[in-house]
């Protein structure tokens, strides 16, 4: 706390200041017994207002220790924060000290159980998300083996149901593992080509659905990074080009490489994103123009938000490109490792 915030909370000392010298110099002035000469009358309120902006100072002083321990505290960030106070020097600041442990000592338990419960709640899903999968297998099981019994449209039906039943599965699964990330993954050097075949292979009935090209362009590339994780990025990506993008389009997979590391585009020729929406379309729970819209795709708002969160834990930058009826392309980079950081906003410059 500055000097003139000290004085300014001192309003009441220094109203009483001034009230007392002026009731004392009426009585001066009023008294007939009295005589009093102005200059001594004005040296005597001057004199006295020295001594009472040294009271001032000398209080400040004395107050200064405890304030700038809060400020320090307050510098120091959460670590500080959390931290309890002891530098009370007088009883009213050790009462006010001892609240503030005290609050400081609730909050901490009110963080413990938050953690706890938490904790317990992303148990419970992990083994909700594994026991439901068990009959999700089944279910498929059981539809393969209807093929031949069932009409293709209907067949198809039933399989790409279930395919959204799994990928919702699948996202509050990796949902709820966004905090415990950093016990959950291997970093280790994979072909792109590969993971990339693979989420192709397990879309590919979609492909044929909606009479949709594919292309795959580019020569592989050996990349860093967690395989689990990155196909399921890429299954968030592809899952909604595919779902915006209108019978006979093209979704197209390109491998570049430059001075910045390799990229993945996923190109499609969909109905795009508004420009107004581009900005929020990776936030939590954002739907944006299509997702409210469109009456035969629900929208849950955390495919791109998952996978932008977790692209970001392995070191992997995704960005967007996209005009209304044009297509839209997501560009992921797989930096190159170097033993300098180089500042993030300017990576795409």
């Not at 001594?40 to 107050?63: A, Q, R």
Request: net charge negative.
């Amino acid at each position: 706390m500055n000097g003139l915030k000290f004085i300014k909370d001192q309003w009441i000392l220094i109203g009483f200041w001034i009230v007392c010298l002026i009731i004392l110099n009426l009585i001066l002035f009023l008294d007939p017994n009295q005589t009093f000469d102005l200059g001594n009358v004005v040296y005597i309120t001057l004199l006295l207002t020295v001594f009472f902006l040294f009271l001032l100072l000398g209080l400040y002083i004395y107050h200064s220790k405890w304030y700038q321990e809060i400020e320090e505290r307050q510098d120091a960030g959460e670590d500080g924060l959390l931290t309890p106070l002891d530098a009370a020097l007088n009883e009213e600041q050790r009462f006010i000290q001892s609240y503030i442990n005290d609050l400081l000592i609730l909050h901490q338990k009110q963080l413990g159980t938050l953690a706890q419960n938490q904790q317990e709640q992303k148990d419970f899903i992990d083994s909700w998300v594994h026991e439901i999968k068990v009959p999700l297998a089944g279910t498929k099981l059981i539809i393969e083996s209807l093929e031949d019994q069932l009409p293709e449209k209907k067949f198809y039906q039933l399989e790409d149901e279930l395919k959204k039943m799994n990928h919702y599965v699948e996202q509050v699964l990796y949902y709820s593992r966004l905090d415990s990330f950093s016990r959950d993954y291997l970093i280790q050097e994979y072909s792109l080509r590969t993971i990339v075949n693979g989420i192709i292979k397990n879309n590919a009935p979609y492909f044929i659905q909606k009479q949709l090209t594919f292309d795959f362009t580019g020569e592989d590339q050996k990349i860093l990074t967690d395989e689990k994780w990155l196909s399921f990025i890429l299954e968030q990506l592809l899952s909604n080009a595919l779902k915006y993008t209108l019978p006979g389009g093209k979704i197209t997979f390109a491998i570049r490489k430059n001075h910045l590391g390799v990229w993945l585009d996923l190109t499609d020729t969909g109905i795009g994103i508004p420009l107004e929406d581009q900005r929020r379309i990776f936030d939590k729970g954002f739907t944006g123009h299509n997702g409210r819209n469109d009456t035969n795709h629900h929208s849950t708002g955390l495919g791109l938000y998952l996978a932008k969160n977790l692209g970001e834990k392995l070191g992997h930058q995704i960005i967007v490109e996209s005009k209304v009826n044009e297509g839209t392309t997501f560009k992921i980079l797989f930096p190159f490792l170097t033993y300098f950081n180089e500042d993030k906003d300017k990576v795409f410059l």
